[in-house]
């Protein structure tokens, strides 16, 4: 398959893309092909850093809107960018994941991350919550009824999706990026930010679609000083969020 794996960096996050697609060129989904799909601030110097790698990329110059508009707008940049994607020919995408870009494939991950044809979207359960099935309050959901990323209680025992790793075929990863889009600037119109961003937008689509949706375990997003009982496959890197967002 042809694999797109969607990542953002602006400001200071530019400098965990090297280490990020190194660790995806030998660890992730190996046995196929991989078109590394960036949106950045600075193209130039990111196509000069990524220059050794010998990598197929594709890079989207985008505008730094700050904190919470780089991760809010998320969805905007790649419903934005799938026309471009899908006449690349014989290199389109015939998935995609989106990776934070401060994160690292630590061992091996297959073909068990990908969509099926009755779970065409992927998503990890939160790291924070796997420990909480059953509580009412799973997570950490959008609890404003104003808001388009409210989810109603009787869906909160489903899952909680943490925003670092996603992904699904093409067309379904597309449907949905076109429609938390729509979300955010419907909210945004109204002056509503959603309590967690991106995120918040994310679980209110996936909690609608419930068996449509492959969940995979916080093995691909594991924060990198936690200890959890489950095989760091993807880590979510430490780091001081008041610096890298300066």
């Known amino acids: 398959m042809n694999v797109g794996i969607l990542t953002i960096a602006t400001g200071k996050y530019k400098k965990f893309v090297v280490p990020l697609y190194e660790s995806i060129k030998d660890n992730f989904l190996r046995g196929h092909k991989k078109l590394y ?3 950045t601030d600075e193209p130039d110097e990111m196509k000069e850093m990524l220059r050794p790698l010998s990598i197929d990329a594709v890079i989207f110059k985008i505008e730094r809107r ?3 508009g780089d991760t809010l707008l998320r969805y905007h940049h790649f419903s934005n960018a799938k026309i471009t994607l899908s006449l690349l020919g ?3 995408p015939d998935c995609l994941y989106y990776l934070d870009a401060d994160m690292l494939i ?3 991950v297959g073909d068990e991350v990908l969509p099926t044809k009755k779970k065409k979207l992927v998503g990890v ?3 924070g919550y796997w420990s909480r099935p059953g509580h009412s309050a799973l997570g950490t959901p959008e609890t404003n009824p104003l808001s388009k990323a409210f989810i109603p209680q009787d869906r909160w025992r489903l899952c909680y999706w943490a925003g670092g790793f996603n992904g699904g075929s093409f067309q379904d990863f597309m449907t949905m990026s076109e429609t938390i889009s729509y979300r955010v600037n419907q909210d945004l119109d109204r002056g509503i930010v959603a309590v967690w961003h991106d995120e918040s937008h994310l679980n209110a689509y996936l909690s609608e679609l419930q068996e449509g949706v492959k969940t995979l375990t916080p ?3 594991y924060p990198e000083s936690w200890s959890i009982p489950f095989v760091k496959r993807i880590v979510a890197l430490d ?5 890298v967002r300066s």
Request: aromatic share 14%; proline share 9%; charged share 20%.
């Open 37 to 39: 799909i960036l949106f």
């Open 66 to 68: 700050g904190f919470p």
């Open 90 to 92: 014989e290199r389109a």
């Open 106 to 108: 630590s061992s091996e």
């Open 125 to 127: 359960a939160h790291p």
């Open 219 to 221: 093995s691909y997003c």
């Open 239 to 243: 780091k001081n969020h008041a610096e």
